[in-house]
């Protein structure tokens, strides 16, 4: 019979302690444990028989399973070309994000073609089925909505459908309990445990389920961080607030790539595909300004333009302002100084901020010509020649690095308008992309078009 102990479970990592004290000794960090209650089995018989049978790699009879897709294009794309049976994902992302609009939608498209269900632990059947008729939601007979927080009694309550489904999605495990473990819903014991017995359903019974995972305020999905390593694929949706457009990223897929992106814009009926996301980044000037740039950026697989803006305004301060938005301060303090010692500019009793229009964030290293080019724009006050990208990793010697996939930047950018390139050295010759061609070896070589506004290229191939 298992015997109930009281353990001290840090709420950040999970590591898990017999006496309570003020810092976690597996991560360090401070005020994060909480008393749980955990049931210790004891087996006294060891068994010597294994109900185990290992199997060839072979496969018997062809295993190629279909994948289900939804016809919401953004979402299958994100997820590797739709859903597998079996696989389970996690959804993360702010509250108030859109994650139960999202699912919704997506359980409505599923269900013309499988069946499905949809169990909300934090909101009423009733105030469900009110927001499924704002967003237009068909009214379908294979889609099963209930309101409950217990797992075993909704994988009970399955079992026992006259047909089984093909997906079932969670809002949210942070609600849902197991009634064997003693701690109350949201801890690392019940959402482990819980998404266990969820894992377990879904591998054993071929459905896909889909979880919506609450995020902590530091932006990582709550509960421990095995929770990202137990589920095939976790998603992050991502946006603000007080823009309208969301992406949905892939962080981990077990099934499909990362990193890919689907774009949504949220609207008075929910949220709306955006299949061509790059102009949405892409701020209108009718007239040059200057500390602006363009940046050719790729996000998954698809390209994507975004502007770079930088501002720099004479400092008071004895330690000058340093502020990014949407970019890496540290990258931000890197690319300064290399125009400080590489190319002869100063930005000392300047303060500096950087923002990347659109609320968007990038990572890529590809946009550090983009952001030197808008600082060396905002800081001569001239504008970069008209209608020109930016794409290429600065060294710390100041070198342009090449990047990868060029042409489709480059591609995307002639899609768009665009008529001048300025990237790293080494592009492939061959490609039939119609774009005047800078390429540079130096972060010096692009400084001429600050000091001479007419100039604009630097040398072509
Ligand atoms: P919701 O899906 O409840 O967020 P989450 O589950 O991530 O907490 O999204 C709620 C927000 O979305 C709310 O602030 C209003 C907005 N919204 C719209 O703008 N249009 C709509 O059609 C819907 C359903 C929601
Ligand atoms: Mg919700």
Redesign the pocket.
Known sequence: MAKITLKYVCQDCGTVHSKWGGKCEGCGAWNTMQEEAMAVTKKLVKSTKSTLEFVSIEAEENNDCERLLTDINEFDRVCGGGLVPGAVLLVG????????????QVVSHFSKNYRCAYVSG?EAVGQVRM?AK??GVANSDNLHLASATNVSDILLALDNLDHPVDLLII??IQTMTNMDVDSAPGTVSQVRICTQELITFAKTKGVCVIL?GHVTKEGVIAGPRVLEHMVDTVLY?EGE?NYHYRILRSVKNRFGPTDEIGVFE??????QQVPNPSALFLNQHDFPVSGSAIFAGIEGTRPILVEIQALVAPSHLATPRRTCVGWDNNRLAMILAVLESRCGLSFANRDVFLNVAGGLKITEPASDLAVAAALASALSNNPVPVKSVFFGEIGLSGEVRAVSQTELRLKEATKLGFENAYCGKKIKSGNDVDISLSSLNYLIEMMDIFRNPQHSKVRSL
């Open positions: 992302g702010d509250p108030g994000i859109g994650k139960s609009t999202l699912l919704l934090e927001r704002r967003l809002d949210s919506v949706f607030r949220m609207t008075e009926q929910g949220l």
